[in-house]
């Protein structure tokens, strides 16, 4: 299965991945007025910092356009916030600051199970770092 969802209607690919442009160039602009908006950013100020005109800036933010791979990425390191919350593929604005492979295979798994026992692990977790916390303190 591919990543557009298979549907009845008579659409074609390239209508699809069109529209699916269209909701990631509107989702990226709303996002980019909103981190503006939260950070108290000039939106002259912010164009500057990251080298492009404050025009080219208002045409992502109306999303008349739609910056290049390299400018997304100043952007999203500049504001600190994820590439995956500005597409809109995460609600989360945070940046992953990067975690050990066993981290990541805790968080994958933890994921998949229900917010029952999601909230039971996480007990079990907490009582193994206070008894842990308790012998290395001895």
């Not at 269209?22 to 108290?40: G, M, N, P, S």
């Not at 800036?57 to 600190?80: A, E, K, M, N, W």
């Amino acid at each position: 299965m591919g990543i557009f969802k298979e549907t009845d209607s008579k659409e074609t690919m390239e209508e699809k991945k069109e529209k699916e442009a269209k909701r990631i160039e509107r989702t990226f602009a709303d996002r980019l007025e909103q981190v503006l908006l939260e950070r108290d950013l000039s939106k002259k100020k912010f164009a500057q910092s990251i080298g492009i005109a404050p025009n080219t800036l208002s045409g992502y933010l109306t999303g008349q356009h739609s910056p290049d791979l390299v400018t997304f990425d100043i952007i999203c390191r500049q504001l600190d916030v994820s590439a995956d919350y500005m597409l809109g593929r995460s609600d989360n604005p945070n940046v992953d600051k990067g975690h050990t492979s066993n981290e990541n295979e805790l968080l994958s798994f933890y994921r998949l199970i229900s917010s029952k026992y999601q909230n039971q692990v996480i007990g079990e977790v907490r009582g193994i770092a206070k008894l842990e916390n308790r012998l290395n303190r001895k």
